[in-house]
């Protein structure tokens, strides 16, 4: 999608000063971020634009086009932690920024760039974090996505929304993933990829060992992707499907990032690696109960999203955990229809590299 100039985005392209983005840390969220990034970088083609990160999140940055660096820094989420705080603030005040957009709404997160004294503090109004911010905005309650409420603090003060906003992406060399299929001793052919894992109980579709027996039993490999916290179900997954299933799962993003950039097909819950996979360009199939798509979908757009079939009244909840009807948004997405749209989806892949 193309944007308005540099100009009519209210910017300067002698501008040379590097800009901050402080992102939610959430690993979709921090995917989302791009977008501020590409939108920046249209708007100041001429600042380097930097990204507050976590070290969980820091893989993500290097296959982030437009971002010169990520700044690691691990704040502990329970408490202000005001000695780290400083010492993050002499270090943001060492690199000299002019502006920083500060996407949560915490006071926390307006600490460490108020203490560096960066000239500009872009922010919406939240947590009376008066004198922490000094470019104040208002009306994010009415802005319907959150994409919408952090890619506006990108545009001038008042600035009219676009149709669309760019996509986030993911760049991914092509020699980076023969490597690490080598690595892996996974070969060269094609892989359906699993992520069976989510922020909450109630996103995590129900049937994922069923699907890759199924997958197996066609031939297909099938790789289980995800962190530490999905190893159980990953190696319930794998004792199902056989040895075509391969157990990735573990602490490294990076690992995910590169599995998702390999494998022909990725199949997600609403969750972080969705987002990783269709900024990739990997074709993706999304599995939503509990959420909206139209809110928590990536912005690339999926090959596939499946909800149930009749949505239930009490869709979507946004709940971690399900309160009513036994979890039926994800129980009644059966493995079977899964399956079809995922041959259905590899069959259009197979004929677009036939042509």
């Not at 409420?149 to 760019?166: G, I, Q, T």
């Not at 989510?198 to 490999?221: N, Q």
């Amino acid at each position: 999608m193309k944007m308005d100039s540099p100009k009519e985005l209210g910017g300067d392209a002698d501008d040379s000063r590097p800009v901050l983005i402080v992102p939610y840390m959430w690993i979709g969220d921090f995917v989302r971020g791009h977008t501020v990034v590409r939108v920046l970088k249209q708007r100041w083609p001429n600042r380097p634009v930097d990204m507050l990160v976590t070290t969980l999140c820091a893989p993500l940055v290097d296959y982030m086009p437009g971002v010169r660096a990520g700044v690691v820094w691990d704040l502990p989420r329970s408490r202000l932690a005001l000695r780290q705080q400083w010492s993050l603030a002499r270090h943001l005040r060492a690199r000299g920024y002019g502006t920083v957009l500060i996407m949560p709404r915490t006071w926390k997160s307006a600490i460490a760039p108020a203490l560096a004294g960066i000239p500009e503090r872009v922010g919406f109004v939240g947590e009376a974090r008066f004198g922490l911010l000094n470019r104040w905005r208002w009306g994010e309650r009415a802005l319907p996505r959150m994409i919408d409420r952090k890619a506006s603090l990108a545009l001038p003060a008042n600035a009219e929304r676009p149709p669309e906003w760019p996509v986030p992406q993911l760049s991914v060399p092509a020699e980076d993933v023969i490597r690490w299929r080598q690595a892996q001793g996974l070969g060269s052919g094609p892989a359906v990829a699993l992520a069976p894992g989510a922020v909450g109980p109630s996103k995590r579709w129900t049937y994922y060992a069923e699907a890759a027996r199924m997958l197996a039993g066609r031939g297909i490999d099938v790789w289980v992707v995800g962190g530490p916290n999905e190893k159980a179900i990953a190696a319930e997954i794998a004792a199902a499907g056989g040895p075509r299933v391969r157990d990735l799962t573990g602490h490294d993003l990076r690992n995910g990032i590169l599995a998702m950039a390999a494998a022909t097909l990725a199949i997600s819950n609403d969750s972080g690696l969705l987002h990783v996979a269709a900024a990739i360009g990997t074709s993706t199939m999304g599995i939503f109960g509990p959420t909206s798509p139209y809110h928590w979908a990536p912005l690339n757009g999926l090959a596939a999203t499946i909800k149930t079939g009749t949505p239930l009244p009490c869709q979507p909840c946004h709940r971690p955990v399900c309160s009513k009807n036994d979890h039926r948004c994800m129980r009644d997405i059966a493995a079977a229809d899964v399956l079809a749209i995922a041959e259905q989806v590899l069959g259009e892949i197979d004929g677009r590299a036939a042509r």
